[in-house]
């Protein structure tokens, strides 16, 4: 047998090195300011994220780690001249919010809501005493800027809607109720 000696690898040179290194990193820095931040934080400053999606993925995580449920200055309870129980509501971009009426059987009560503009999801429904929110009667879902009507309810419970801001800015939702009900409020999730 013959020992043959293989040529040793070249290391690189520190010109090369730094160039690898710098080449490295700016590669690095493309990826996160165009898709990292827009799908972990919602900001895109390059706009690629929203071509790909990932702009309307970070806002909604953000919009959830900040928690659904409203604050207290994002929620204002008034009681109108006529007896009405007014909310106002400030969604934050893709924020969910939660107001109830709690009824008995058979009250009726009028019900009026908007948006300052644009249209929010939206699902009109009750829950009866004691569910455990698998339970519900769902009475209208879409998409809308506005709604009014009247509402009799068939059980003992809450009745009222859910309203998604699906939008990257905040909406102002004022709705009120009149009529037979215990309390008008949002519900803490």
């Known amino acids: 047998m013959t020992n043959v000696e293989t040529p040793a690898t ?36 390059t706009g690629i994220g929203g071509m790909l999606g990932l702009t309307k993925m970070g806002q909604t995580k953000q919009a959830a780690s900040a928690g659904g449920a409203a604050s207290d200055e994002a929620v204002q309870s008034t009681t109108l001249p006529d007896g009405s129980a007014q909310l106002r509501l400030t969604l934050r971009p893709y924020q969910g919010i939660e107001a109830k009426a709690s009824m008995k059987a058979g009250d009726a009560i009028s019900y009026r809501w908007s948006t300052d503009g644009p249209a929010v999801e939206f699902e009109f429904h009750g829950d009866p005493v004691g569910s455990d929110g698998t339970d519900y009667s769902s009475y209208e879902k879409d998409k809308a ?23 990257n800015k905040p909406v102002v939702v004022t709705a009120s109720v009149k009529g037979e009900f215990e309390t008008f409020a949002v519900l803490e999730d």
Do not use: C, M, Q
Not at 18 to 36: K, Q, S
Not at 150 to 156: K, P
């Open 10 to 45: 070249p290391r690189p040179t520190a010109r090369k090195l730094r160039r690898a290194t710098l080449l490295a990193a700016g590669a690095a820095a493309i990826i996160l300011v165009t898709t990292v931040l827009p799908a972990e934080y919602g900001v895109d400053p």
């Open 145 to 167: 800027a506005s709604a009014d009507g009247d509402f009799r309810a068939d059980f003992d419970g809450v009745h009222g809607w859910y309203w998604k801001n699906a939008t």
